[in-house]
């Protein structure tokens, strides 16, 4: 009767820890996001990005992948302290309204300073 009762309660954690895997955390934050998640796939040239504006409303979790289709670059919003490089994704939720410009944070050629964008959160 005991070994059928831990067998049980096994299970029962097993089957709790399992289920608490799926959670999508943003590690910035420290805390678990909700809903569905916003994303956009920004690619970058040595001409500017492709996507200039992002919309999102406040308390949207966000996820920004950016592609480097020419050079190296990376992709930095300024005011949420996020940033991302080539071959890689960000998730955050936009828990801050307001615009917020983002730019490439490595020198990337003579085109370097008209590599920016905006985040739109309303």
Known sequence: MIRRY????FMIVAAL??????KIEDQS??????GPVKQFTVHARSTGY???EI????GDTVKITLKNDQGMHSLKIKGYNKEVRGGKS???VADKAGEFVYSCNISCGKNHK??????IVK
């Open 55 to 58: 919309k999102v409303k406040r």
């Open 50 to 52: 492709d996507l200039q």
């Open 6 to 9: 831990l067998v049980v309660c």
């Open 90 to 92: 960000i998730t955050f």
């Open 29 to 34: 934050a420290g805390g678990s996001l909700g």
């Open 17 to 22: 820890t399992v289920s608490a895997c799926g």
């Open 114 to 119: 008209q590599m920016t964008g905006k985040l």
